[in-house]
């Protein structure tokens, strides 16, 4: 699977726009991808705040792990849900 990013003009103007995805018909596996990089980033964050804030490795390693999970779960749910959305 290969992950291609573009800046400039939106999908309906650009000439490989047929190729692209819609968005009303985006992959599950895209959906899955999208979740796992933004997941990666934002427990970075969380990881550095509760270090900041519990300066303990077990509490910093459980409040991240649970929140990754779950988050993970809903976003994935709420993006399949949107996608529904007209």
Do not use: C
Request: a positive charge; aromatic letters at 10%; charged letters at 15%.
């Amino acid at each position: 699977m290969a992950l291609q990013l573009s800046i400039g003009a939106p999908a309906n103007l650009r000439s490989d726009a047929a190729e692209s995805p819609s968005a009303d018909h985006e992959p599950k596996q895209r959906t899955i991808l999208k979740a796992l990089t933004y997941r990666l980033v934002v427990t970075t964050i969380l990881w550095i705040l509760s270090w900041i804030f519990t300066a303990n490795i077990d509490q910093t390693s459980a409040i991240t792990i649970s929140y990754v999970i779950l988050a993970t779960i809903a976003y994935y749910f709420h993006e399949r849900i949107w996608m529904r959305v007209k």
